[in-house]
C-alpha cells in the first residue's frame, strides 16, 4: 500500500520494504536461473556452500583489479561491471541479474575482474570463488552454462559500445529500462537518473530529458529514485535494435530448448529420472515475461538444501 507523503507524491519506501521482506522469505540460491538450471545432485554438492546476502544500491561488491574472492549469483538484484577512467567519469559495460552471475574472468583462469557494483538493490547469493571453481573444473553442467552465459554477456557489451556510439540518449534509456526489467520481477525499478546517467555514461540532464519525453508519453513515472514502467510496449516501439539483438542472443545461448538440451547431453548419461529432471531445468529456463502485472514465480527449490 502507497503512503502519501508531505508533497502527495506516493512513498514507495513501505511498498518496497513489504516486497523485500516478501522476497526474502521466499528466497533460494534456486531463484537465480543459471543455479535453477543446476541438476539436483550437481545443485546439492553446491548448497551448503552459498551464502544469502542483500545487496543495497552503489555497493562494490568486487573491486577493480582485485582478486576474485566471492561470485554472486544475484536473484532480486542487479548489478553491472563498471569501468572508471581516471578523470573519475564511469560507464558500466553490461547488466545481470538473476539470469546470471559475477566473477567470471575468475572462473576462465583471468583472476580479477573489473569493479561490480549494484544498480538495483536486491538479494542474491555468494559462493566463495575456489568452491565454484572446483565445480567448474569437474566440466560439468555448471561450465556448460557459464560459458553460455560469458558468450551471451560478451555479445551484451559489445552492443552497449555500439548503442552508446549510435543511438541517442532516449533510445539508449528505453534499452536500459527494458533489460532491467528483463532481470528483476514486476515492473519497479529503483534507481536514481544520476546512476542510469552513469550507467549509460551520458550527463545526468540528458537522461532527466529522455525520462521526462517517456513520463509524458505516459509509458514511466519517475518520483525520488523510484521508476514505475506502466507501458511496457511503448518503449519497445521507442527502443533500438539493440534490445532485440541482444535478448536474441540470450535467447539463443541461454534459454531455448534446443540449447539446453545439447548442454544436458554432454557429460552424463541417460536415465528415465534424469530425463524427467532436464525436462524440468528446460521449463525452468526461460526467459522472464515481465509484462505489468506479470511477476516472475520463485524457482521450485529440489529440496536439496
Ligand atoms: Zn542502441
Avoid at 50 to 77: D, K, L, N, W
Avoid at 181 to 200: F, K, N, W, Y
Wanted: hydrophobic share 35%; with cysteine; net charge positive.
Amino acid at each position: 500500500m502507497l503512503v502519501k507523503n508531505q508533497g502527495n507524491q506516493p512513498d514507495h519506501r513501505e511498498e518496497m520494504h513489504q516486497i523485500e521482506k516478501e522476497m526474502f522469505l521466499f528466497e533460494s540460491p534456486r531463484n537465480n536461473r543459471m543455479l535453477a538450471a543446476l541438476p539436483a545432485e550437481d545443485y546439492k554438492r553446491l548448497r551448503s556452500y552459498f551464502e544469502h546476502v542483500r545487496m543495497s544500491p552503489g555497493q562494490f561488491i568486487h573491486e577493480a583489479a582485485t582478486p576474485v574472492t566471492y561470485v554472486y549469483f544475484p536473484t532480486s538484484a542487479i548489478v553491472a561491471p563498471l569501468y572508471e577512467v581516471k578523470n573519475g567519469a564511469s560507464v558500466q559495460l553490461a547488466i545481470v541479474g538473476s539470469e546470471g552471475f559475477t566473477g567470471i574472468s575468475s572462473l576462465l583462469g583471468g583472476g580479477s575482474s573489473p569493479g561490480i557494483v549494484v544498480q538495483a538493490p536486491g538479494y542474491g547469493y555468494r559462493i566463495k570463488e575456489k568452491i565454484l571453481k572446483m565445480e567448474f573444473e569437474r566440466q560439468g553442467f555448471l561450465q556448460q552454462l557459464a560459458l553460455h552465459f560469458v558468450q551471451a554477456l560478451m555479445t551484451q557489451m559489445a552492443q552497449n559500445a555500439v548503442c552508446n556510439r549510435h543511438h541517442n540518449v532516449e533510445k539508449q534509456l528505453c534499452r536500459f529500462l527494458l533489460m532491467s526489467l528483463d532481470r528483476s520481477s514486476g515492473r519497479e525499478l529503483q534507481m536514481t537518473h544520476e546512476q542510469i546517467a552513469i550507467m549509460l555514461g551520458v550527463r545526468r540532464e540528458s537522461v532527466t530529458q529522455a525520462a521526462l519525453k517517456l513520463q509524458t508519453a505516459g509509458a514511466i513515472r519517475y518520483s525520488r529514485g523510484h521508476i514505475t514502467v506502466f507501458e511496457r510496449e511503448e518503449l519497445k516501439k521507442s527502443v533500438c535494435e539493440c534490445y532485440s539483438v541482444v535478448n536474441k542472443e540470450y535467447e539463443r545461448l541461454l534459454w531455448t530448448r534446443r540449447t539446453h538440451r545439447s548442454a544436458v547431453h554432454g557429460p552424463w548419461g541417460g536415465t528415465k529420472g534424469r530425463q524427467r529432471e532436464r525436462t524440468m531445468v528446460r521449463k525452468l529456463w526461460r526467459a522472464p515475461d515481465c509484462s505489468a502485472g506479470n511477476q516472475i514465480s520463485p524457482s521450485p527449490d529440489f529440496g536439496s538444501s
